[in-house]
């Protein structure tokens, strides 16, 4: 059974930077594509990035350039760097690992708040 565990939200002013790492528990990390989504409150949870087991990544258009998604398989690792942030990334940011529609895994969330 896969278990995520996502860390590094918190509390931070506009146009400061924050890393997210999520942890993957469980076999096969290497094959799965890993995403970060986020859910503001009274919003649906959207994608965010996405970087697939080959590395290839895609981002949202409002992240672009902004934030970074990266890989470390020896580590079980994915980290999402986020820069320039606004009080409009401020979300609950959720960790997913999908191989298959079978095998599809959410982590609990970490918040990221944005704010002066």
């Known amino acids: 059974q896969v278990q995520l565990v996502e860390s590094g939200g918190g509390l931070v002013q506009p146009g400061g930077s924050l890393r997210l790492s999520c942890v993957f528990s469980?076999?096969?990390?290497?094959?799965?594509?890993m995403s970060w989504y986020r859910q503001a409150p009274g919003k649906q949870r959207d994608m965010v990035a996405t970087?697939?087991?080959?590395?290839?990544?895609n981002y949202v258009n409002s992240v672009k350039g902004r934030f970074t998604l990266s890989r470390n398989n020896a580590r079980n690792t994915v980290y999402l760097q986020m820069n320039s942030l606004t009080p409009e990334d401020t979300a609950v940011y959720f960790c997913?690992?999908?191989?298959?529609?079978?095998?599809?895994?959410w982590g609990k969330g970490t918040l990221v708040t944005v704010s002066s």
């Open positions: 469980g076999s096969s990390f290497r094959f799965y594509t």
């Open positions: 970087i697939a087991s080959g590395g290839t990544t």
């Open positions: 997913n690992a999908k191989y298959s529609v079978a095998m599809d895994y």
